[in-house]
């Protein structure tokens, strides 16, 4: 069974940027398609970002522009460089494959506010 652990959240003031880091245990990662998604309580999960497999990236009109997704697979691991952070940002980030048939880590929390 694949493990996640994501890290690299913080609290950081709007218009600043962070770095998480999403590390899978197991092999196959680079033959998978991964997301990054956030989630605030009360709220559903929501997808932030995709990689494939041939490293081909989508993102969502809300992110698109300030979010990137990338994937070292020698570390098997998928970053989300997020820049221009704004309030509506502050969530708890995780990642899985786009099936999400993975089980999900703890998620990182990311808060945006001055």
């Known amino acids: 069974q694949v493990q996640l652990v994501e890290s690299g959240g913080a609290l950081v003031q709007p218009g600043g940027s962070l770095r998480l880091s999403c590390a899978a245990s197991g092999s196959g990662f680079d033959t998978y398609h991964m997301g990054w998604y956030r989630q605030n309580p009360g709220n559903q999960r929501e997808w932030v970002a995709t990689?494939?497999?041939?490293?081909?990236?989508n993102y969502p009109d809300s992110v698109k522009g300030r979010f990137t997704i990338s994937r070292d697979n020698a570390r098997n691991t998928v970053y989300l460089q997020m820049s221009s952070l704004k309030p509506e940002d502050t969530a708890l980030y995780y990642c899985n494959n786009l099936q999400r048939s993975w089980s999900w880590g703890q998620g990182t929390q990311v808060t945006v506010s001055s």
């Open positions: 990689i494939t497999a041939g490293r081909r990236t």
